[in-house]
């Protein structure tokens, strides 16, 4: 089963949102940065129902300083713990190393880093640094596009702050939904991967950059705990509108295909997110 899952995600590109091919994944970042001296700006919302339904809103600045560095900015903000706070925030930037173009194809490798914070104290099996946790990540992506088609694959590893902490916490949302007291040790690292995938579904033929774009993707994304083995796979699909080459919407949802990891914060979740793109806004007027 989990063979046909891999073979259909492979089968499924990043739209254009510039001149320039952009592999926009919608719960992963491509080995491809924004355009140059350009800054985004992105509203994301996370719905989770593990077991009782709970949101995170993550306001974002994006900024693209030249072709080979950006970096992100991230607030986060859930009701996860009773009642809607500012949970932390996130600092995570990617440079570009490899770079191999062709007329209708190209190839990108990139290195990524990311440092977050976090006040949540009910810690889960899992590492999310989007949120839950306060610690750092970093890791490798390579980006393969070829005309519509395009595939990324990365790994990468995470690492909490609090290393050594022992303490066994209770999710106080799941006490809430009066789900059973089920206990988490927070682990201290993590291993990261994922292989993602998308296709460009319309326009059949580009005659401007202002054409709507709709793209489909599937993305499959796992963690293992390698101090006990402990791993999960889960299968995400998501559709995205790009409208004037500027405006960016993304719908997705990801679920467990396999794994034998309890208590995560992340499992059967949904997506919906606007982005909004400013291009050459850090060029100097003269």
């Given at each position: ?10 089968l ?6 510039s001149?320039?091919?952009?592999e926009?994944?919608v ?30 809103t ?11 560095i ?6 986060f ?6 009642k ?12 570009r ?14 290195a ?13 099996n ?11 990540q ?41 789900a ?5 040790m ?8 994922s292989?993602?995938?998308?296709y ?6 580009y005659?401007?950059?202002n ?25 995400a ?23 034998n ?15 909004f793109?400013?291009f ?6 003269s």
């Open positions: 089963m989990m063979r046909k899952f891999i073979v259909v995600a492979l499924l590109v990043g739209a254009k949102l001149a320039a091919a952009q926009l994944y719960f992963s970042e491509p080995a491809s940065n924004m355009p140059s001296k350009s800054i985004a700006l992105r509203l994301t919302n996370e719905g989770m129902n593990n077991p009782g339904f709970s949101s995170r993550i306001p974002e600045v994006m900024v693209g300083l030249n072709k080979n950006m970096f992100h900015v991230q607030g903000l859930s009701d996860m713990d009773g809607y706070r500012l949970e932390g925030g996130s600092l995570y930037a990617k440079y190393f490899l770079s191999l173009d062709n007329a209708q194809s190209h190839f990108r490798a990139a990524y880093a990311r440092i977050s914070t976090s006040k949540r104290k009910f810690p889960s899992d590492i999310n640094l989007e949120g839950d946790n306060s610690g750092w970093g890791g490798i992506v390579a980006t393969q596009l070829i005309h519509k088609l395009a595939l990324s694959a990365t790994v990468g590893y995470s690492s909490t702050f609090n290393k050594n902490d022992t303490r066994l916490d209770i999710d106080p949302m799941m006490m809430l939904h009066g059973p007291k089920v206990m988490a927070q682990p201290d690292e993590m291993i990261n991967y292989l993602s995938s998308g460009l579904l319309l326009p059949f033929v005659k401007n950059y054409q709507p774009n709709l793209n489909l993707y599937v993305e499959l994304l796992g963690k293992t705990n390698p101090a006990n083995g402990n791993s999960y796979f889960d299968i699909p998501a559709v995205q509108l790009i409208l004037n080459s500027k405006t960016r919407i993304d719908l997705g949802y990801r679920f467990q295909a396999t794994g990891m309890p208590n995560r914060y992340l499992k059967n979740m949904y997506l919906a997110r606007v982005e793109n400013f050459n806004a850090l060029n100097k007027k």
